[in-house]
């Protein structure tokens, strides 16, 4: 009998266990993913040869494609702890390099 | 996040494809419906008669109502009936505005040989039907974007994940595995995902591309900085709008607009002027541009520019600008399929449908998958099992049934009841709220099991889905001028056409309804064979 309610009391630890790190996933692929696609949208447009009217364009007509990339990317991961950090790294990683491109641009003119 | 890859992507597949799957059911089949949305509109407006006058008369009638109804106006559109999108003469004007507010506007569908607006009575009609499947009728336009975007965006995950998921795509094509079940569903399933996969990818990732500049404005941000001024100018630059004439504030009178309508028509032949567009009707400086029929999915037409007072051709400005910019319109007129002929437009209504069955089949799957379990609880069926079961049946006999309420509104509201349009609406979305609630009312009224419930509640609206449509023809003819026999004896292949459809509807409800409920009979009472089911009486099935 106590060992039948250990057995429930784990079960319904590691039931919530895996519930947060459902809820987590999702919001990684949503969220994370939302922010990640914009940021790799507007790299896309920095780096585009083309005009600006035209690098926008391009870079958001690629867009869904980003997303639903990161989106498979995150599911496919079997650590949910280094897609946050290999996400979380990117991300800023990606600002600081558009930063820096807005800043020379903003020079440049 | 599973054991393997393809686990993974396959409880992305079903999670995600479940928790959005009815709104892209409405989705689907109300967007696939808008294939069709000015036959619909020509159905529902059964007063209105086909006949039209030449380009001439229609442009003179037109430009006689304009200068009646709007003169001084900042401009006139013109669509003469040309074509499948407009079989009605109509007009729009657009007066000036103060402080940079937008003017007065107005629009009105004309007779087009002696330029009196038609009266017809009021409703919807298909276009209404077209309009929710991306602006769901009562909610704030933003809210209703995002809202189906977020859904598309879903959807486009699934389509991929499925794809991955699918190992034998091809084998499994041709695999059909009849009365087994969850695996009939399966292959069912299977099948219309496969079948029309271009189509299901096309018109995801471009019903995306549609609201692009809502889903993804930060690119905008920081290219062009914040603000409406920023987005103007990126939608100058983008669509190279040519410098817009600003109006010279001298009188002048408006050449002959069926000269350059003439002058168009040589170069693209006849019938083929899409719309004729004025700006500054009245004024030295007014400029008519006159633009073409679609022929492919490039959905911007080639133009003509004349300057309008005096006739002068000044432009022959061609669809084209960017690459970028062309694939946009690709992607967007692929959607629309303004471009398509008739042909071509069964086709994409076929897909369309294939599409929407895919969804209601992936749906009745995740359920039959878990009813096993789900039933031999002791304590009955999760709350969450119930949910999808009744959501099921809300949304994928539920609509239908809303769209058929929808026409039955048409035909039996009062035609000079003034709130006749919205109430069509009322009607079609309160018999979809009916009908979701329709098993849990049930399990109030009549005790069952709960798969009895459901199985009863799948049988009974299908009973009345096939009657709804079934009996529309009739309908139909008992309240309007164009009956049946007057369709047929004057090939109105309009309403012809909506007839089959009515009964080819019915049909296949009936015969659904039917089979099901041989099925459940033989569950219940495996060893009554098929002839004396009819005996069988209701309170049998409650124990």
């Known amino acids: 009998m106590l060992i039948f309610k250990i057995n429930t009391a784990m079960k319904q630890q590691t039931d919530q266990h895996y519930r947060w790190k459902i809820i987590g996933r999702v919001t990684l692929a949503i969220i994370g993913g939302y922010i990640l696609t914009n940021l790799t949208s507007i790299l896309i447009y920095f780096l585009l040869p083309l005009p600006k009217s035209d690098a926008v364009m391009t870079a958001m007509l690629l867009s869904f494609s980003i997303y639903t990339g990161v989106v498979i990317w995150v599911f496919s991961m079997r650590s949910l702890r280094s897609v946050f950090w290999m996400m979380a790294s990117v991300i800023f990683l990606m600002s600081v390099v558009i930063l820096t491109l807005q800043f020379f641009r903003r020079l440049g003119i | ?543």
């Open chain 2, 1 to 543: 996040m599973k054991s393997g890859f393809r686990q993974s992507m396959s409880w992305v597949h079903t999670w995600g494809g479940l928790v959005v799957g009815w709104i892209l059911f409405f989705i689907f089949l109300t967007g696939t419906l808008g294939y069709f949305d000015t036959e619909i509109d020509r159905w529902m407006k059964p007063e209105l008669s086909s006949a039209n006058a030449s380009l001439t008369q229609s442009l003179r009638v037109a430009e006689a109502r304009l200068q009646q109804q709007a003169p001084g106006a900042k401009r006139w559109f013109i669509s003469p009936p040309t074509n499948r999108d407009n079989p009605q003469l109509r007009i729009f004007w657009e007066m000036p505005g103060e402080d940079g507010k937008r003017g007065i506007i107005g629009n009105e569908l004309l007779d087009s040989f002696t330029g009196e607006p038609v009266t017809a009575r009021a409703t919807g009609g298909g276009r209404a039907l077209y309009e929710m499947h991306y602006a769901l009728h009562y909610l704030p336009s933003t809210l209703a974007y995002w809202i189906v975007g977020i859904c598309s965006m879903f959807m486009l995950v699934a389509i991929i994940t499925g794809v991955i998921i699918h190992k034998k795509i091809f084998k499994d094509f041709f695999t059909f595995r009849p009365k087994k079940g969850q695996r009939s569903w399966l292959d069912m399933h299977n099948l219309l995902s496969v079948i029309a996969l271009p189509f299901h990818l096309m018109i995801t990732y471009s019903g995306l591309i549609f609201f692009v500049f809502t889903y993804m404005p930060l690119v905008i941000t920081s290219s062009y900085g914040t603000g409406a001024d920023a987005q103007e100018k990126f939608f100058d630059e983008l669509f190279s709008e040519t410098e817009k004439v600003q109006p010279a504030n001298l009188p002048a009178n408006l050449s002959s607009l069926s000269n350059m309508a003439t002058m168009a028509e040589t170069h693209w032949g006849s019938n083929q002027i899409r719309y004729i567009d004025i700006s500054y009707p009245g004024d030295a400086n007014t400029r008519v541009s006159i633009g073409r029929n679609l022929h492919s999915p490039l959905r911007a037409s080639p133009e003509f520019i004349f300057n309008g007072a005096t006739g002068e051709l000044l432009n022959n400005k061609a669809a084209l600008t960017s690459a970028p910019r062309a694939v946009r319109d690709v992607l967007l007129g692929l959607h629309e399929g303004l471009f398509a002929d008739l042909g071509l437009r069964w086709l994409y209504f076929f897909s369309g449908l294939i599409g929407t069955a895919m969804i209601a089949a992936g749906l009745i799957l995740w359920v039959t998958k878990r009813r096993p379990q789900q039933l031999s609880k002791s304590q009955g069926p999760d709350f969450g099992h119930r949910l999808v079961e009744s959501l099921n049946i809300g949304m994928i006999l539920g609509l239908p049934l809303a769209i058929a309420a929808y026409f039955w509104a048409n035909r039996l509201l009062d035609v000079n009841f003034s709130a006749r349009s919205e109430w069509e609406m009322h009607i079609l979305f309160i018999t979809l709220l009916v009908v979701a609630f329709y098993p849990f009312t049930r399990s109030r009224l009549v005790k069952q099991t709960f798969i009895n419930t459901i199985q009863l509640s799948w049988i009974e609206l299908l009973w009345i889905l096939s009657f709804a449509y079934g009996f529309l023809p009739l309908l139909n003819t008992i309240t309007t001028e164009r009956s049946v026999f007057k369709s047929i004896t004057t090939h109105d292949w309009l309403f012809i056409s909506f007839d089959i459809i009515f009964f080819v509807t019915s049909v296949i409800a009936g015969l659904t309804a039917r089979k099901m409920q041989k099925n459940l009979q033989q569950r219940v009472h495996p060893s009554v064979n098929s002839s004396n089911i009819k005996s069988i009486s209701r309170q049998e099935l409650t124990q």
